[in-house]
């Protein structure tokens, strides 16, 4: 029987996998869908968007880029120095986030399809549990 942490991540490649083909049928990487819907959901500056997901901001620049050129996301220069970036989702971003998340709950209701409630309750408490040891472990060794 595998470790905790090697089954997890075995779950991980597993789910990458499936998440870039999803993805990728909507010509977005899974960060691009990941970002688009954080700006859909109204995190609308680079700043923000920074501090929610993450992201150093050559990496966030790089994937608003290909949003805005994909034309998922708008963008508008604001200030007086036009330096700060508001970014707008689109009426086809917004078509294309909904797709992809409705292909996404689609998927985990396969993979739960012969799960109990309780088992379903139980993973995701046990997730959670894991997710704060695991944000502590990455915290702790910082310091």
Do not use: P
């Not at 029987?1 to 999803?22: E, G, I, N, P, Y």
């Not at 007086?80 to 998340?101: C, P, S």
């Not at 046990?126 to 704060?132: D, E, I, S, V």
Request: hydrophobic share 40%; no cysteine; aromatic share 4%.
């Amino acid at each position: 029987m595998k470790s905790s942490l090697a089954a997890l991540m075995t779950v991980t490649k597993a789910q990458q996998t499936l998440l870039q083909r999803m993805a990728k049928q909507h010509h977005l990487t899974v960060s691009e869908w990941q970002l688009l819907d954080q700006i859909g959901e109204g995190a609308n500056t680079q700043e923000i968007l920074a501090q929610q997901t993450r992201l150093d901001t050559s990496t966030l620049s790089r994937q608003l880029k290909g949003l805005v050129a994909k034309e998922m996301v708008t963008k508008e220069a604001i200030g007086r120095d036009k330096r700060q970036l508001v970014y707008t989702i689109t009426a086809a971003g917004t078509e294309t986030a909904a797709a992809i998340n409705t292909a996404f709950e689609a998927l985990a209701d396969q993979v739960f399809e012969h799960w109990s409630v309780d088992e379903r309750n139980l993973l995701q408490i046990l997730l959670n549990r894991l997710a704060k040891s695991m944000d502590r472990q990455r915290t702790m060794s910082v310091k």
